[in-house]
């Protein structure tokens, strides 16, 4: 018989947690005020998180502000 000690862990939080960030920092994209550290953060997660790219996608007006940057950086 398997006591609590040798039983499986409970998985932590923490991956709930860095869901919720990458969440935030995808709400804070449609700011210009936050949009910079908001990219720098998601920019770090990218290898880490694999559904980042859908979120992104199916996020409201997150395309449209990451645009936004692109064309800024041309002009």
Same mark, same amino acid.
């Not at 007006?61 to 041309?74: E, F």
């Given at each position: 018989?398997? %006591? @609590?000690?040798?039983?499986? !862990? $409970?998985?932590?939080? @923490? *991956?709930? $947690?860095?869901? =919720?960030k &990458?969440y935030?920092?995808?709400?804070?994209? %449609?700011? !210009?005020?936050?949009? =910079?550290? *908001?990219? @720098?953060? +998601? %920019?770090?997660?990218?290898? %880490?998180? !694999?559904? +980042? *790219?859908?979120?992104?996608?199916?996020?409201?007006?997150?395309?449209?502000?990451? @645009?936004? $940057? &692109? $064309?800024?950086?041309? &002009?």
């Amino acid at each position: 018989m398997h %006591s @609590l000690a040798t039983a499986a !862990p $409970v998985p932590t939080t @923490l *991956a709930q $947690v860095d869901r =919720e960030k &990458i969440y935030q920092w995808i709400n804070e994209l %449609s700011s !210009p005020e936050t949009r =910079e550290n *908001a990219l @720098l953060e +998601l %920019s770090k997660k990218r290898e %880490s998180v !694999p559904d +980042l *790219a859908p979120m992104l996608w199916h996020s409201f007006g997150t395309i449209a502000a990451l @645009l936004q $940057v &692109i $064309v800024m950086q041309v &002009i």
